[in-house]
């Protein structure tokens, strides 16, 4: 079951509102749908220990990604570049699209 809370996609631009990266901007690479979880580039990284693939060969620390809760997060408008105020409207053809109220804009990705 799709809960509906997660407004956010993949390639949104969105501000960091709370822990350790607040104030951060960055491009959604993943939604975690069920989770309400969203993988934020350069957001939230961890540190990653791989193992070595042949016994003379060293391990390394690989930098990644780690979901953060989409609570945390906050949706920048494209044309405005603020953040909050997102409404959704449905169009005549039903389609759902997220829109700025500051703005009015269209915030769904272009690319
Ligand atoms: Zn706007």
Not at 42 to 59: F, L, S, V, Y
Request: charged residues 35%.
């Amino acid at each position: 079951m799709r809960q509906g809370r997660t407004y956010l996609k993949k390639n949104d631009q969105v501000e960091v509102i709370t822990g350790k990266d607040k104030g951060r901007v960055g491009k959604v690479l993943r939604v975690l749908h069920g989770k309400d979880k969203a993988v934020v580039e350069r957001i939230n990284m961890i540190k990653r220990h791989t193992k070595p693939q042949e016994m003379n060969q060293q391990g390394q620390i690989v930098e990644k990604e780690a979901p953060i809760h989409v609570s945390n997060l906050q949706l920048i408008c494209p044309e405005c570049t603020k953040t909050g105020r997102i409404g959704k409207k449905i169009l005549d053809d039903g389609t759902k699209v997220r829109f700025c109220k500051d703005c009015g804009e269209s915030i769904e990705s272009k690319s």
